[in-house]
T-cell receptor, first 118, second 115 residues
Framework: AQKITQTQPGMFVQEKEAVTLDCTYD???????LFWYKQPSSGEMIFLIY??????QNATEGRYSLNFQKARKSANLVISASQLGDSAMYFC???????????????FGSGTRLQVQP | DAGVIQSPRHEVTEMGQEVTLRCKPI?????LFWYRQTMMRGLELLIY????????DSGMPEDRFSAKMPNASFSTLKIQPSEPRDSAVYFC?????????????FGPGTRLTVT
């Protein structure tokens, strides 16, 4: 079974609008972390935001926020006030066993390609 | 501080040849990861090291792949012999390993083409 599912292969958004990129996950581990990475056309992977399974509040980092719904096992990324530079691939990833510091592997979803239109 | 450094950035080789990809992690980072990205399989972890010791190599495709980390500032991923299906972008990443977030910092990747 897929551990990370991103059901939107591609999304379009108008500049200055908000957009939500979906991510659902599957784990039986009670402690896990969810990450979002951005991959622009240049190819590098850029860390955006993190949400821990025990975090009480939804994570926010500037224009990025995470809509974390633990019971539904979803961790959707919200980008507010989209900019042309936000056009990129976005990957959701999970690390299980964050309390057990020995486990460091990230499992990635298939990604969503976001295109911001002027 | 410089980010994760990978070399070469591009590699084109013929089937059957040996390929060596190199990575220098961020100084002070205790963990080093090798990932492969293809259209078909997405981003997948190949192997990772903690303090130069391989911890999980379950993602290494087969015996043709090997990875080493002889010291804290250098790692190699070797493919011998290479096959066309090994064509992919190979990323190296590193992390500090000292807090629960412990985000991974990725290098620019090596684009490998095996003809």
């Amino acid at each position: 079974a897929q551990k990370i599912t991103q059901t939107q292969p591609g999304m379009f958004v108008q500049e200055k609008e908000a957009v939500t990129l979906d991510c659902t996950y599957d784990t039986s581990d009670p402690s896990y972390g969810l990450f979002w990475y951005k991959q622009p056309s240049s190819g590098e992977m850029i860390f955006l935001i993190y949400q821990g399974s025990y975090d009480q509040q939804n994570a926010t980092e500037g224009r990025y926020s995470l809509n974390f719904q633990k019971a539904r096992k979803s961790a959707n990324l919200v980008i507010s006030a989209s900019q042309l530079g936000d056009s990129a691939m976005y990957f959701c990833a999970m690390r299980e066993g964050i309390v057990d510091t020995g486990r460091r592997a990230l499992t990635f979803g298939s990604g969503t390609r976001l295109q911001v239109q002027p | 501080d410089a980010g994760v450094i990978q070399s070469p950035r591009h590699e084109v080789t013929e089937m059957g040849q040996e390929v060596t990809l190199r990575c220098k992690p961020i100084s002070g980072h205790d963990y080093l990861f090798w990932y492969r990205q293809t259209m078909m399989r997405g981003l997948e972890l190949l192997i990772y090291f903690n303090n130069n010791v391989p911890i999980d190599d379950s993602g290494m495709p087969e015996d043709r792949f090997s990875a080493k980390m002889p010291n804290a500032s250098f790692s190699t991923l070797k493919i011998q012999p290479s096959e066309p299906r090994d064509s992919a972008v190979y990323f190296c990443a590193s992390s500090q390993g000292r807090d629960r977030i412990d985000e991974q910092y990725f290098g620019p990747g090596t684009r490998l083409t095996v003809t």
